[in-house]
Structure formats: C-alpha cells, structure tokens
C-alpha cells in the first residue's frame, strides 16, 4: 500500500476517534477492542475497522487502523458496551495508472485502487457484534465469494 493510502487510513482512523471524544453514554464502562482481520485466509495488509453503535446501543462509533491483519482501539474514545456493526474496508492495487486530479500537474498519473473488501462487509455491512465492558478479542475471517 503506498505512503499516501497509509497516511490517509492511519488519519481516518484517527478522525473516528476524535469524533467519538464528546459522545458517550454516560457510565457502564469502557470497551477495549482488538483482533485479527483476514481475506480469504490472508491477513488484510492495510485498512480500517468501524464500530458503529446499533439495535438502541446509545454511544460513539469507534475505528483503528488495520495493520498486517491486526487492529486495536484504544485510546480514550473506547466504545460503549452495547451493540455495533462492524464496516471492515481495504483497498487493493488493480496493476492500472490513473490520472491524478488537481492539485497535480496534468499529466501525473497514480495506481489505481479499488475496494478489496466486499460491500457485505463494508458500506452493507452484515457484520454484529456485542461488545462487553471490559477487554474484547474479535477476529473477523472475511470471504470474497458470494455468500
């Protein structure tokens, strides 16, 4: 993954946490969570994990970094105890430059990426999960066949 796709993951990541900062149900704890992300078997190289509050969970969504197939939020924007989905998204290079937008010269061209990880896991997310206060090891082992 290029230093540019890196960065703008690691600042994503960053800016759900920052967000999350003022929301909070105001008691019930803290919970801390960590684990494994893998497609098809592999570890997911570089990406982003979203806990999105859901099913009357009251609190912030909560996000890390996906690094060589591991994540972990922390920090003090911890998520709420209650229930998420989860939205798991990775881009992949598809071997094609593309043209670079400004502010670039004309001309500049850049590889291509695309979304590596599918919608069913993503922006359409079927993924739930229950966190519970306290420390949570989740591991998600994704597919991209159909399901």
Known sequence: MT????????ALATGLLVAAGGC??????????R???????????????????AEGTKGPSAGAAVSQGEYEVQGDNLPVP????????AQKKTGK??????PAPPGTMAEETV???????N???????????????????LTSGEK
């Open 3 to 10: 230093t540019v796709l890196r960065a703008a993951a690691v």
């Open 115 to 121: 979304e590596a990880i599918p919608a069913r896991y």
């Open 82 to 89: 209650g229930a998420y989905r989860v939205e798991i998204k």
């Open 123 to 141: 922006t359409r997310s079927t993924l739930r999960e229950e966190l519970k206060p306290g420390s949570n090891v989740l591991n998600f082992d």
């Open 35 to 53: 684990g494994k992300v893998t497609l098809d078997g592999q570890p997911v190289e570089a990406g982003l994990i979203s806990f999105v509050p």
């Open 97 to 102: 430059k593309v043209p670079v937008g400004s």
């Open 24 to 33: 909070g149900n105001g008691g019930g704890g803290r919970a801390a969570v």
